[in-house]
């Protein structure tokens, strides 16, 4: 039997560019694009409490790899040509 697919919220979904706000020093928006959904992890603990797994993992164009939660990713708006 296959695998339930992940919740996905849309167009968010591995490969898809995006926008997020990844906390920290970051004061604006930033874009990348979708790594991996760790849906069934999220929220998980993995044995430190100061340190739960964040849903998403983006590659940011700045060349940063950051790990967010559903609040502060959306899908990137299609560039008009």
Known sequence: MPETPKENRGPIVPGARVR??????????????????????AGVSAGHEWAPVRRWAVATDDGT???VD??????????EG
Do not use: N
């Open 65 to 67: 790899l950051v790990f």
């Open 20 to 41: 997020v706000r990844a906390g920290g020093a970051r004061l604006a928006w930033v874009s990348g694009v979708v790594v991996d959904d760790y849906a069934t992890e």
């Open 70 to 79: 559903d609040g502060v990713i959306e899908a990137a708006q299609a560039e």
